[in-house]
Nanobody, 125 residues
Framework: QVILVESGGGLVQTGGSLSLSCPVSGLTFRTYAMAWFRQAPGQEREFVAAINWVGTSTYYSDSVKGRFTISRDNAKSTVYLQMNSLKPEDTAVYYC??????????????????WGEGTQVTVSS
């Protein structure tokens, strides 16, 4: 059974920071690209960031570029998302995702093979 468990969400003021983590079990972590998606109330789930199998390549949506950093530790089978300079429009449920195809993960949810349950991030103005 594949399990992805996000943690680190919470309530923060505008301009603040949060660090999300997502340990993964039940799959060979180093063979999967990893990504973060988010979904705000009433909106579709959207891509945030992705990282390739060995952590040498990353890709970000324009809305978070320069503020968020995705990273991974293959020894710990964990992916991270450091979020700085948070804005109210970053408020959403953040989901950890795994997929074999790094390039397709950047396009959208269709390439995701495994999802976490999500963690709420709320940024107050």
């Amino acid at each position: 059974q594949v399990i992805l468990v996000e943690s680190g969400g919470g309530l923060v003021q505008t301009g603040g920071s949060l660090s999300l983590s997502c340990p993964v079990s039940g799959l060979t972590f180093r063979t999967y690209a990893m990504a973060w998606f988010r979904q705000a109330p009433g909106q579709e789930r959207e891509f945030v960031a992705a990282i390739n199998w060995v952590g040498t390549s990353t890709y970000y949506s324009d809305s978070v570029k320069g503020r968020f950093t995705i990273s991974r530790d293959n020894a710990k089978s964990t992916v991270y998302l450091q979020m700085n300079s948070l804005k109210p429009e970053d408020t959403a449920v953040y989901y950890c995702a795994a997929g074999a195809n790094y390039g397709r993960l950047m396009i959208g949810t269709s390439a995701v093979q495994h999802w976490g349950e999500g963690t709420q991030v709320t940024v107050s103005s």
